[in-house]
Each structure stands twice: as C-alpha cells, then as structure tokens.
C-alpha cells in the first residue's frame, strides 16, 4: 500500500518520478520523507560493473546515503564477510577455469583440510584426542544439541518408616547432537572421510606395552565447551538418501553424524562451580 505516492509516467525508467508527501523525486530516494528512507535503494545506473577476475567483496549500502551508508561503514562487511572472516570460498566466481571437473577453485578449506588443521568458523566443531596430536575440524552444521546431567541417589530404610531417604551417590554429565558432513566439491571428499575415519577409531581401543586403554578427547563447539575432557559414548553415521553417490571414488556424498559423549569436569564438579567456556561467565 503506497500512502500519498504517485508516479509520473516518462520513457526512461531512470527518470520517472514519484510524488511522496507532496514532493516529486526520483524513483530510488527522498531524504525528507520516513516513508520512503526505509525503502532506500540503489539506482540501476549506480551499481558496479563486475567483469571477469573481480575479487573484491561490494557492500552495496556503502553507494547509498544517509543511516544506510553510515550502517555500511560500521559493518565493514569487507573485513566481516563470511569470506574475508570465515574462508568461505565463492562457487559463483566469475572468470574461473571450470574445464577440470577434478579440481575446485571453491573447496571449503575446513572441509578439505587435513587432520591436524585448525581454521576459524561461525562455530567451531573440534574433535582431538587428549593432549592434542590428531585434531578433526568439521564444519558446524550442529543440530540436536542435548546436554543431560544425571545425579544419582540411592535410596536407604530406617525402621519404623514407611518412606524412603535417599543418600546422593555419584553425577553424570553426557551431551549429544547430530552434524551433518557434506563434501561440496571433489576436493572434499577425500579429506572428509579421512576425519570420519580417525573419528570412528576414537571410539576403539589404543594398545600398548601395559594393555589397552580408551581415547580421552579434548571437544570443543563453539565457546560453550572449549577443549572439554570427554569421551565418546556413541557414535553412529548415516549415509544420506538425499545426495547421490561420487562415480570415480565410489563414496556419498552426504554423511549424518549422530554422536554421544561423556563429558569429564575439567574442575571439581560442585554446586555453583563453571560449567560453561562461555566468555563473561
């Protein structure tokens, strides 16, 4: 519903006007009105020409004026973009040799990362055995997050009562979720399964000379848990229907991660002492 907007017809649509309030301006912007500076956009005529090898990251509010341009300064969306922050690489890039279909100018550098990397992310899904020496960075496409912290109390009999007491016994703190592992270019693939590969034999025996022992890990999601002492108490995966398989390596291409853990207090644990990583807490 336009409220008191008129258009003047003219040939050129860069040079139709529109009436708002009783004052004729320019179909992409009028500074005095509030109606219409919620709406503000960018000329056609204004936009960037983009050509073959243009790498660089445009913010179009940056071309407008007023709270806009001001919004876009604040941002520096040059500096803050998933790419430039996050190492997003960009599929759609213009120019790029794509005669090679083995090769990928846009593979994730977390997903085709070896073991043993680390790189920043939204937020962070870290997997290392305790002490550090085969870290798995996956993508965080967390679901299902379910933490349960399990008190035991053991019930007791006094005679001449018919009502039990209970004394405590011992606590249980456990976290699951699902995450998803996706390969979104041939680059992936391999690296991809080679993480889930060493992830399942986390879940195995490490022998040596005394016998055999099991993996304590050092888990991190986000700034919740940060190198929490765990170990995985259930670990499934599912090979996805919804993504078809890759020819040449015989895999899917789609992998549901189901996983359990047992998280061990890096502290005591006791009434009212830190649970979370979490910054300010």
């Known amino acids: ?19 708002t309030d009783g004052q004729s301006h320019n179909i992409e ?20 020409d983009r050509v073959a090898g243009d790498t660089e990251v ?66 962070k ?17 967390v679901s299902g997050i379910t933490e349960t912290f399990s008190p035991s109390w053991d019930g007791m009999k006094y005679n001449g009562r ?3 007491a209970f004394m405590y016994k011992t606590f249980e703190r456990s ?15 391999i690296p991809l399964y080679k993480k889930l590969e060493r992830l399942s034999t986390m879940t195995m025996p490490n022998y040596g000379s005394a016998g055999y022992e099991g993996i304590l890990l050092d888990f991190t999601l986000g700034k919740l ?9 259930s670990l499934s995966y599912s090979f996805s229907d919804d993504v078809p398989w890759d020819i040449d390596e015989q895999a899917s291409m789609g992998i549901d ?5 047992k998280l061990l207090m890096n502290e005591l644990p006791k009434y009212q002492s830190a649970v979370y990583n979490l910054d300010g807490m």
């Open 257 to 261: 991660v189901s996983i359990g853990l």
């Open 125 to 141: 899904l870290i997997f290392d055995i305790h002490g550090g020496g085969s870290k798995l960075q996956f993508r965080g496409a």
């Open 1 to 19: 519903m336009n409220r008191g907007v008129t258009h003047t017809s003219k040939e050129n649509p860069f040079e139709k006007l529109k009436n």
């Open 162 to 164: 018919a009502d039990s």
């Open 175 to 189: 976290l699951s979720f699902n995450f998803q592992v996706y390969p979104t270019s041939k680059a992936e693939l």
């Open 58 to 123: 445009n913010d179009f509010r940056s071309l407008l004026i007023g709270n806009e341009s001001t919004r876009a300064d604040n941002a520096d969306y040059t500096s803050n973009s998933l790419q430039s922050r996050f190492g997003f690489k960009n599929p759609g890039a213009i120019g790029v040799d794509r005669t090679d279909y083995t090769t990928s100018h846009a593979a994730d550098p977390i997903q085709s990362g070896a073991i043993g990397g680390e790189s920043d992310d939204l937020v």
């Open 29 to 48: 912007l009028l500074d005095s009105s509030e109606l219409i500076k919620g709406y503000e956009t960018i000329a056609y005529g204004n936009m960037p």
């Open 225 to 233: 848990w940060v190198s929490q002492l765990s170990f995985i108490d």
